[in-house]
């Protein structure tokens, strides 16, 4: 089980209802989380059969190379990383190495195997033992050659723990940099179009370095996080042409009223950059992709389509009301009433004859005003039942919203739950959540009411997912 305070959530004091639909919404989110496994996506994605390497019908032939390099990171690396060496290890005709950037808080979960070093680094602030990590990639690819195939294991957070500064950029400046932009409420493909132009290995900047190091064949395997599953924006892209620009990175900053409060050494690489369009990223027309082939072989999709069979077999009606979900937590968590009630006036009938369940995709923000502990489903989930204080219900509600990987913001929960039962236990005690609201202090209030939702680090990093469950009184 991925809930570590399962017990807390399913309490036997909560009244028949509220009971059943925590115990549904928590069995939804376990097989979320275990359909993006990324060893059993490596599993399913890859196989070897009679010397060839079979990726989504695409076959490799192992006896062309003389060796297989596997780098990457991301918080999905190790896992994705194991796999791949369990698969290597089948075939013995071929020499492979490897080294990833993986999360310092799976320190105790994941270590090195004999061929592939997991180097621990720091997310969501790059550090120096990430860009040590990266120099030791670099080494591999400049050692590589033609007959070499690489292999490069991304996912989410690999932004962060890839770090590669262009050299008139410090360490200091980019951890500076990333801090401002985390607390703007910038989205991350937003974020990520910053980090890919003061980066020399994000933005396709990799394959360019391994097409002018020999050309060797590369394999990019891909889980993605990102809204819309943009190939580019997945780990900021090191092997992916670039679709953004110097001008959109300056739009992002003049956005979020950045400009003058970035590092002098970022901003002047950004409007150099905006000047002069020969130092823009690698794009589409460049050739240090052509040997280059993606694959995306895990998304929040796998998590709902799982999520969907289990709940239909339940006897819950499905309805998929955004893949896309952006923007402000808060903002976002008002809207979740408004679609709630929308939904309700549609089948206010058929309501009574079945259950509905209404799920929803993608990655909101959090502009940091005050100095609390919380996360971005926290504090929507949190806007939400401030925006239904003064509500009477007709009906039953649960919401979960969480983040696959384990951990959001600066908390230690992945997100956090609402029903009846928890608002009704915060109206009985009269706590203010305004007050919780305007301190970004979401954790404590769940920590408070048992809402909140500890898994710890799960080693997959997808979208994040929402799940709304309601039934009529009986």
């Known amino acids: 089980m991925y809930v570590q305070n399962y017990s807390q959530l399913i309490s036997e004091s909560l009244n028949k209802k509220s009971l059943e639909l925590r115990k549904i919404g928590l069995k939804s989110l376990e097989l979320a989380i275990n359909s993006v496994e990324p060893k059993n996506l490596i599993r399913n994605a890859i196989k070897i059969h009679k010397d060839c390497l079979i990726i989504e019908g695409d076959k490799y032939n192992l006896t062309e190379f003389k060796r297989v390099i596997i780098i990457g990171g991301g918080k999905a690396t190790a896992q994705m990383a194991i796999a791949l060496d369990d698969l290597l290890k089948t075939y013995s005709n071929i020499e492979y190495q490897g080294f990833v950037n993986i999360p ?4 105790l979960r994941y270590i090195s195997t004999k061929k592939i070093k997991m180097n621990l680094a720091s997310h969501p602030i790059p550090n120096e033992a990430g ?13 590589s050659k033609g007959e070499d195939l690489i292999i490069c294991l991304f996912s989410g957070g690999g932004s962060a723990l890839l770090p590669l500064p262009k050299k008139t950029i410090n360490l200091i400046d980019i951890q500076e940099t990333n801090s401002l932009l985390l607390d703007s409420g910038a989205s991350i493909h937003e974020i990520n179009t910053i980090r890919k132009h003061i980066s020399d290995f994000k933005g396709g900047n990799l394959a360019k370095k391994i097409y002018e190091n020999g050309k060797a064949t590369t394999l990019t395997l891909l889980i993605s996080d990102v809204v819309g599953n943009k190939l580019d924006s997945i780990a900021s892209g090191p092997t992916i042409p670039d679709l953004t ?20 050494s970022v901003k002047k690489v950004i409007l150099e950059g905006v000047k002069n369009p020969q130092l823009e990223n690698p794009s589409k027309n460049d050739p240090f992709f052509e040997n280059v082939h993606a694959y995306l072989i895990g998304s929040v999709e796998l998590s709902v389509e799982v999520i969907s069979n289990y709940l239909r077999d339940s006897n819950y009606e499905i309805d998929y009301f955004s893949n896309e979900i952006s923007g402000e937590a808060a903002d976002f968590g008002k809207h979740l009433y408004y679609l709630i009630t929308e939904k309700l006036k549609e089948c206010p009938k058929e309501l009574n004859k079945s259950r509905i369940a209404m799920i929803g995709t993608g990655e909101l923000t959090v502009t940091i005003r005050g100095k609390g502990i919380g996360g971005r489903n926290q504090e929507m989930l949190l806007n939400f039942l401030n925006t239904i204080k003064s509500e009477k219900f007709s009906y039953n509600f649960f ?5 696959l990987d384990g951990i959001e913001g600066n908390s230690k929960a992945m997100g956090a739950i609402v029903d009846n039962n928890l608002l009704a236990e915060a109206l009985k005690n009269n706590i203010n959540i305004d007050s919780y609201l305007r301190a970004n202090n ?11 939702i500890v898994t710890g680090p799960t080693g997959t990093n997808v979208s994040d997912i929402i799940l709304i469950l309601l039934e009529i009184d009986d």
Request: hydrophobic share 45%.
């Open 104 to 107: 310092e808080d799976q320190a």
């Open 131 to 143: 860009l040590n990590g990266v120099s030791k990639m670099l080494d591999l690819v400049e050692d």
């Open 245 to 264: 620009s110097f001008s959109d990175a300056f739009e992002v900053l003049s956005k979020y009223n950045l400009l003058n409060r970035i590092p002098l």
């Open 399 to 403: 919401i979960l919203g969480c983040n």
């Open 442 to 452: 979401s954790n404590a209030f769940f920590n408070l009411l048992n809402g909140e």
